[in-house]
């Protein structure tokens, strides 16, 4: 039942993104770093804050991962553009545990990493991918610089 809701609510989440990109209306990396601005962590292109840079890099490696060359696979396809959807939610999630300061956000937070972890795992093996090695949940964003995990 679980895995039917995830795999829903990611289909919806693709289609959604999907028909406002062909509508023309803002997207929610659109309207997230209009929110950055309107918040005054980013003035132009400019982030003043250890924190919007944080946010800035994991928006900016996600949405760069998240561009595959189709490879008529679905099941793959989707996968190695959710792979790096994922990753940028827990990478924006541990920024949020380094620089937030509200025990309640830094909670969530912790329980964001932990479940994208788990459908990341989940997304895989639904695949044939192997799982990675059993590692703790980070505690700080991937690096910026290492290859691309599909």
Not at 3 to 9: A, E, H
């Amino acid at each position: 039942m679980r895995r039917s809701r995830m795999v829903l609510t990611a289909l919806l989440l693709l289609s959604t993104a999907a028909i406002l990109d062909i509508v023309g209306m803002p997207t929610i990396e659109t309207i997230f770093a209009a929110g950055l601005r309107g918040a005054g962590c980013i003035v132009g292109d400019v982030a003043p804050s250890e924190f919007a840079d944080a946010m800035e890099r994991a928006m900016d490696r996600m949405m760069a991962d998240m561009h595959i060359a189709p490879t008529g696979d679905v099941d793959r396809d989707f996968v190695s553009m959710m792979v790096p959807h994922h990753q940028g939610a827990i990478d924006m999630a541990v920024a949020v545990l380094q620089y937030g300061k509200n025990p309640q956000l830094k909670r969530i937070a912790q329980e964001i990493i932990i479940e994208q972890q788990q459908e990341i795992e989940a997304m895989k093996l639904a695949v044939g991918d192997p799982l990675p090695p059993l590692t703790s949940a980070p505690t700080q964003p991937a690096n910026a610089t290492s290859p691309k995990r599909r």
